[in-house]
């Protein structure tokens, strides 16, 4: 792929073909949102290269920031040896930028050589900084050229792999041979003072050095983390693609990037990975983390002689993770990669990324894991004067909240009392006071939080039959009041379940005896109290320790205790993502569809303290010509129906009647595949059992072969393989079915991440607006909240409601930005309801569709438009 180096204004921004306007566009805004410290909010449609864009624009960024700091210390330590008067040397003046503030002024009335002392002092500690981070950055680029080309470092490595392979099977022999040797007899009372004389486990200075995570070379201090830019994604599909398209671009080869994953996605582990559950995997790998940093000397008294210790991982030693390091620094590497090369170095790939944080350029992560702040803390990401970049950001305020909320059933719970009050009466003589204070603490909450869903922990909660049922709504302190756990604090509770490790405990536990209480064939084993326990930990959520007016508890009851439960709803995502905003240099907000953006202004940033003037946004048009795309909004049906789905309308025999025979004119003229998308799921088998039970779906099926949207998500592949061979064959063989007409659901599966590129969707119809459910409480509980919290801005509806017209919006735009993939391909898009013509909805629209919009009042001028249009496109060019 060739370098196509682009000029815009003074900046230099190397790409691999000549890019579209709207990309240079793109990369210009984007280059000087990062270097004026913004909040940019960036909006490019699917298809319009806007993964390049943000590589080669920020990329570009952090050339010229490094490049202008390189300068700014070459200058500071050339100045800094100029001789004084007395032959001595003098640090440099500081340049304006590294001057210091004003609230770091000497007091008023301080002498003046006392001032001047202390400035000096300052400038020469900032020479000793700039000189020590020159050696640092010196030291790392030597390591790594080494690595890039003497493939005798491999070797050696090669050959301490070896060495550890053979020490282990000696290992394992002796231990068999001891074993073999005591049988299954008990071991021998010793003598006093006998126990001197019996060898400890041995450790070798390097192991010593590997325990306690230490590196022995004096000559190879901690590395500080550079300026970095952290690019994150929804999921692991989409981060891959975008480490492949840096691997493509100009700086796929100078740029040290690094991929972040989760334990399970990264461990390379056997003994580990089979445990599958990712709360399994986390406890076994902190557990043996944990074994290689206990004390030896505790682990060999008496009273502790014949207990089990989990063994350590041979994956985890500090030598090979330090070449694992700068392996995965030296050329891109997406997760698969950094896996199969900890496999050639056994070397744990988890670890080995994150100790290359420091160094990258460009770290690339999962949502979860840098807007969670126990888990950006617990992968060493700091973000203090770095830049982030949140990709597919349609959904963050949406993705922020469900991290901080959590739901238990009342099955969970009695079934996590039931598991913890077994293994107290097993182990409870052998446990000290602290261990049976807080799980007695544990137990109490159990029973609290059943009693206040109306249960009994003594009973099987599939049996038991609430009185009252319903939904309630509390704030944190009256939920609290409420279940009587006031007097506890939870925070020293979760700290207890997050170090103790109770969980991995009474896993083995329960794996070895079971439970008395099984609430459902269906439910794991350890579904209860892994579920409770997630709600005290902070990877996963604060709960009840969160802010009194940022949450709510709902409590559901719903006839039986198994089908209650209890959930935590964060009101205020802002909270969280007020830390991010607040150390980051710069925050990049992109998407394809971002439309309507005052969600995320009001309720994200605002909210977050941000001010107005900080926030930038962009949004550019779609690289398709213009008269590639037929937007349309249809107000009435080919009977003269007006077409206003609604709740009290849209299920009336009329109205899915008008539906079908718009799908049935549609189908006629439009080639290849349709992609019709419903409201919910039960709406759209209203309408399918309609439509057979009228003939319409005989009817469309002599155009279109039809297609349902599963609901399990593992069938979506293969439908969607069936719909596309039947687009292919229809194509093919000619004849009177044309094509394919596939019924979606809005917030399915074929609403997001989906690719409808050309004959796969050359129509995509929207049945009404996909309003959310106005009467579900924790909706109304979050107008309430909005309403209480946000300014009213006059002329504009009430933030509440604002809130419920920009949900439905957000899942319309993200629906029908399926079918518009690339440059040459062409779509026409149907919104069948006339109240997408009012101006506050039309306002809400990608601009890309919005400014090209035809409203039709009428279905025959509209059916006259669609049959024009794809009958031009259709003729081959």
């Not at 566009?25 to 806007?50: C, H, N, Q, W």
């Not at 550019?620 to 609604?646: A, K, M, R, W």
């Not at 149907?830 to 039309?842: G, M």
Request: hydrophobic share 35%; net charge positive.
């Amino acid at each position: 792929m060739s370098n196509k180096t682009q000029e815009i204004g003074d900046i230099h921004f190397p790409f691999p073909f000549t890019p579209y306007s709207i990309q240079k566009d793109f990369m210009a805004e984007l280059y000087r949102v990062l270097e004026a410290g913004k909040i940019g909010i960036f909006e490019s449609p699917t298809g319009t290269g806007k993964s390049l864009s943000v590589i080669c624009g920020a990329l570009s960024w952090l050339r010229d920031f490094e490049q202008k700091k390189h300068q700014e210390e070459a200058r500071l330590l050339k100045a800094g040896t100029i001789p004084l008067s007395d032959g001595k040397e003098q640090p440099p003046p500081l340049s304006a930028s590294c001057k210091r503030t004003p609230d770091t002024l000497s007091p008023v009335g301080e002498p003046d050589w006392v001032t001047q002392f202390v400035q000096k002092k300052e400038e020469r500690d900032l020479v000793d900084r700039l000189k020590e981070e020159q050696v640092r950055r010196k030291k790392r680029e030597e390591r790594l050229q080494q690595i890039r080309h003497n493939a005798q470092l491999k070797y050696a490595a090669k050959r301490v792999r070896q060495e550890e392979e053979e020490m282990e099977r000696l290992l394992r022999l002796s231990r068999e041979m001891l074993a073999a040797g005591t049988g299954a007899k008990p071991l021998e009372q010793l003598a006093s003072g006998e126990e001197e004389l019996v060898l400890a486990e041995y450790e070798s200075d390097e192991e010593k050095g590997a325990l306690s995570g230490v590196d022995e070379d004096e000559d190879d201090p901690e590395e500080e983390h550079v300026t970095k830019i952290y690019y994150c994604s929804r999921t692991h599909s989409q981060l891959a693609q975008f480490v492949h398209e840096v691997q493509r671009s100009p700086f796929g080869k100078d740029t040290r990037l690094v991929s972040l994953g989760s334990r399970q996605s990264l461990c390379v582990n056997e003994d580990v990975k089979t445990l599958g559950s990712v709360q399994l995997i986390n406890d076994r790998c902190m557990e043996m983390q944990r074994s290689k940093h206990e004390n030896r000397a505790e682990e060999e008294k008496p009273k502790r002689r014949r207990q089990e210790h989990q063994a350590a991982c041979p994956f985890y030693n500090y030598e090979q993770l330090q070449l694992l390091r700068d392996q995965v620094l030296v050329g891109v590497k997406d997760i698969e990669q950094l896996l199969a090369l900890g496999k050639e170095a056994r070397a744990c790939p988890y670890y080995g990324s994150r100790f290359a944080i420091p160094a990258a350029q460009l770290v690339v992560l999962p949502y979860q894991m840098l807007l969670h702040a126990a888990t950006r803390q617990a992968a060493g990401i700091r973000l203090q004067g770095q830049v982030v970049v949140i990709d597919e950001a349609h959904n963050l305020i949406d993705t922020i909240t469900g991290i901080h909320s959590v739901e238990v059933s009342g099955s969970q719970l009695c079934q996590a009392h039931s598991q913890l009050l077994q293994y107290m009466e097993r182990y409870g003589k052998r446990l000290k006071a602290k261990n049976l204070m807080y799980i007695k603490q544990i137990l109490y909450l159990l029973e609290k939080f059943v009693t206040v869903l109306g249960g009994n922990v003594k009973q099987n909660p599939n049996t038991q039959s609430l009185s009252q049922t319903g939904t309630e709504l509390k704030t944190i302190n009256d939920f609290l009041f409420q279940t009587q756990i006031d007097n506890i604090n939870l925070f020293k509770v979760r700290h207890y379940c997050e170090k103790s490790m109770i969980s991995r405990k009474l896993f083995g536990f329960t794996e070895r005896y079971g439970i008395v209480l099984t609430p459902s064939r269906e439910q794991p084993s350890l579904a209860g109290f892994q579920h409770f326990l997630q709600s005290l930990q902070p990877t996963v959520t604060k709960t009840l320790t969160t802010a009194n007016q940022d949450g709510r508890v709902i409590l559901s009851r719903q006839g039986s205790l198994s089908q209650s439960s209890l959930k935590f709803l964060l009101l205020n995502p802002a909270v969280h993502f007020a830390q991010v905003v607040k150390e980051c240099r710069a925050v990049v907000i992109a998407g394809g569809t971002m439309q309507p953006v005052s969600d995320f202004r009001e309720q994200l940033l605002a909210c977050a303290g941000v001010e107005a003037e900080r926030v930038v946004e962009f949004s550019c048009g779609h690289v398709i010509p213009p008269d590639n795309i037929l937007p349309l909004i249809i107000c009435s049906g080919p009977s003269g129906q007006q077409l206003e789905f609604t709740y009290q309308k849209r299920e009336l025999p009329q109205m899915m009647d008008e539906t079908g025979r718009i799908l049935c004119n549609l189908c006629t003229v439009v080639p290849g595949g349709v992609v019709c998308f419903f409201p919910s799921y039960e709406y759209q088998r209203q309408v399918y059992a309609h439509w057979d039970k009228s003939g319409l779906l005989a009817r469309l099926a002599v155009r279109k072969k039809i297609f349902q949207e599963p609901k399990r998500a593992n069938q979506v592949e293969q439908v969607l393989m069936e719909y596309s061979r039947c687009i292919k064959c229809c194509g093919q063989a000619g004849g009177t079915v044309t094509g394919a007409l596939l019924l979606s659901v809005v917030g399915g599966k074929m609403s997001e991440g989906i690719n409808f590129s050309d004959d796969l969707g050359r129509c995509v119809v929207m049945v009404g607006m996909p309003y959310p459910n106005i009467k579900s409480p924790e909706l109304q509980e979050k107008m309430a909240y909005l309403d209480q919290t946000l300014p009213r801005v006059p002329g504009q509806p009430p933030p509440g409601k604002a809130l419920v017209e920009n949900l439905c919006m957000k899942a319309v735009n993200q629906s029908i930005g399926r079918a518009i993939r690339h440059q040459k391909d062409f779509a026409s898009i149907v919104l069948l309801d006339q109240r997408y013509a009012r101006p506050p909805i039309l306002g809400k629209l990608p601009a890309w569709i919005r400014d090209r919009v035809e409203v039709r009042a009428t279905f025959g001028p509209a059916f006259a438009t669609m049959r024009k249009f794809h009958r031009e496109k259709s003729v081959p060019s």
